[in-house]
Structure formats: C-alpha cells, structure tokens
C-alpha cells in the first residue's frame, strides 16, 4: 500500500508576469513534483532471493529444483491462495509442487521461504538458454486496526535446455553401429559374503541350541532334572487324545509325577512342607500346590471330579505345572 501527498492548490493574488508571479509558480512545481513522489509504504518486502542447484544440463524430463527467499518486515505472512497452483506454466513447463516454510531472521525480519519443483519438457533440438516465468505473491501483517499486505514479485530465471542426442548424427552402413556397448560392471566374489553367512547361521544354530537346553524341547526334554517340563509335555500330548474329567485327572497326574520325580520319592499333601524344605526354590508355590493338593484328594478320593475343578480349574493346574517348570529351570 502507499499513501499519495495531496497536490497543491493553485497559488492565488500573483502577479502575471511580475517576479512574485514566476516565484510563485515555481514554488508551486516544486510542490507538484514533490506530491507525485510516492511516500514509503507501510508494508515493505526487503527482498527476493532465488537458488537454484545448477542452472545448465537439464533434459527432456528432468525435474528441476528453485528455492525463493522472501525476506519482509516482522509481522508479515503469507498468504497461501496467492501461492502458483501446480499445473502447466508454459507449453514445456510445468509446476509440479510448491512448498512453504516460514521462520525469522536475527535481526527480526520474516523469511518466508518456497520450494518449487518445475518438470522441463522442451525438446531441445540444440543447447539453448529458456526463461522460467516469475509471478506475484502477497503477504499480509494483521492486528487490530485492520491488514496490511504488499506484493512480493519473485523474478523469472533461465535455464539451460540440451539434447537428448545429435540431429543429424554420422551416417554409417550398418545401423547396429549407432548402438554404443553396455558398461562392464564390475565382478564381486560372492565368497566373503558366503562365508560371513555361514558363520551366522553357525551362531543362530547354536543359540537354538541352548535355547533348546534352556527349555527342554526336542532331544532335551527327558534329561534328569526337568520332571516338570516332562510333566507338562505329558499334559499337552493328553490334550489331544481325551478332553473333560479324564483330561483333569490326566492334569492331576502329571502334577503328582512331576512332584515325585522331583523329590525321588512319593510326595503326599502332608509331605508337602518337608517337600519346601528339601526344595527351597518352590516356596513361592505353597499355596498352589496346597490348593493342588486339596483338589487332588476331592478327584480321587472323594470322587469328586467336578468339584475339584472348581476348587482348581484345569487352566490354574497347567498354569502352576508351567510356573513350576520355570522355578525348576532357573534353579
């Protein structure tokens, strides 16, 4: 925005042809002169700075890259909708993507900055130099008495345009010849790759390995000192040939097995602090193998198998036969 100084109004009472009249008049062009200067606008851009990576070498296709500064007064943004709307610019141009950062400068100035992607398609016959159109965009700084704007004009730019190949190339006899060989690549040996491959998978083995130890899987699982992971695997096998109160009392079973082998002996519910005792690691299970133990009694003394599985559901049984199995693997 600019403000225009209002002209003068004719000087009056002068003398025609005196000395006042010719000062006076001269006095009034003076005036004139100086109304038609515009006064400084309140909303001023500093400045527009446009880089580009190169400004040369760009074929039919290629995409190329312009960032434009635009340097103004604090206070000022811009406004997106004057922003260029991707799409054709020109017959051999189009604008692909426009996007917009904003920051501040230290001396408090705003940069505003936009990132434009053009896409060239010009089919040069020729090196040649083409002019990149520039176009307007508006800032506005707002407050409470109202909005300030000003237009920021980012200048066209030239780029250098070349061929994709000669117009007129050398006439040979036999066309193959216009064909140019296929680049040698270089030859790899795949061997250290080989071998660092073997040797990983050495290592992944071996971890299994342990792991398979760790857990008593496969080979592993009948080794002294895991009854219990015997014990569980016995409960998954029951699993898939009976179901319902056989199954439980195959839960049961398991759990008094894995008991006794631990202990090398017959373990009963009034063994079961001696048990603690002799195996301090399980501790921790009192109350599971208390309650195991009362349901045990109810399944095949008091013939009770229904109550017994309510008293230990057939989850909680495999649950602490499973909690068991990891007490006795870190033990």
């Known amino acids: 925005m600019r403000r225009q100084a209002r002209l003068p109004s004719p000087l009056r009472g002068?003398?025609?042809?005196?000395?006042?009249?010719t000062?006076?008049?001269?006095?009034?062009?003076?005036?004139?002169?100086?109304?038609?200067?515009?006064?400084?606008a309140s909303a001023q851009v500093r400045g527009v700075e446009l880089?580009?990576?190169?400004?040369?070498?760009y074929f039919q296709?290629?995409?190329?890259?312009?960032?434009?500064e635009i340097r103004t007064d604090p206070g000022f943004s811009l406004q997106r909708p004057s922003l260029p709307t991707p799409g054709p610019v020109?017959?051999?141009?189009d604008l692909r993507d426009v996007r917009m950062e904003e920051s501040r400068?230290?001396?408090?100035?705003?940069?505003?900055?936009?990132?434009?992607t053009y896409q060239n398609f010009y089919v040069a016959l020729d090196a040649r130099t083409l002019e990149v159109p520039g176009f307007p965009v508006t800032v506005e700084s707002a407050d409470a008495n109202g909005a300030t704007t000003?237009?920021?004009?980012?200048?066209?730019?030239?780029?250098?345009?070349?061929?994709?190949?000669?117009?007129?190339p050398e006439r040979r006899d036999d066309p193959a010849e216009y064909l140019r060989p296929d680049g040698r690549a270089l030859r790899l040996d795949p061997q250290p790759a080989l071998a660092s491959a073997a040797g990983f998978l050495a290592l992944a083995a071996l971890a299994l390995v342990l792991l398979a130890y760790d857990r008593a899987w496969w080979i592993f699982g009948g080794r002294r000192g895991r009854p219990f992971a015997q014990a569980l695997k016995a409960l998954r096998r029951a699993k898939r040939r009976s179901q319902g109160e056989p199954l439980y009392r195959e839960a049961l079973l398991a759990l008094h097995r894995g008991l006794d082998a631990t202990d090398g002996r017959r373990v009963l519910a009034d063994d079961l602090p001696d048990f603690l005792g002799r195996h301090p690691a399980f501790r921790e299970q009192a109350s599971g193998l208390q309650t195991f133990f009362s349901a045990s009694r109810l399944a095949f003394f008091g013939r009770d198998t229904a109550g017994a599985g309510t008293m230990?559901?057939?989850?909680?049984?495999?649950?602490?036969?499973?909690?068991?199995g990891a007490v006795e693997r870190s033990a």
């Open 90 to 93: 020109t017959y051999w141009l």
């Open 14 to 21: 002068e003398a025609e042809g005196g000395a006042g009249g």
């Open 23 to 40: 000062a006076a008049r001269a006095l009034g062009l003076v005036l004139l002169l100086a109304g038609a200067c515009p006064l400084p």
């Open 312 to 324: 230990l559901p057939l989850p909680e049984a495999e649950a602490l036969l499973r909690r068991l």
């Open 150 to 168: 000003a237009v920021a004009q980012v200048p066209a730019w030239k780029i250098g345009v070349s061929p994709l190949r000669e117009v007129q």
């Open 61 to 68: 296709g290629d995409l190329v890259q312009v960032q434009a």
């Open 105 to 116: 400068a230290a001396d408090g100035s705003r940069v505003i900055r936009l990132r434009l």
């Open 51 to 57: 880089r580009t990576p190169r400004a040369f070498g």
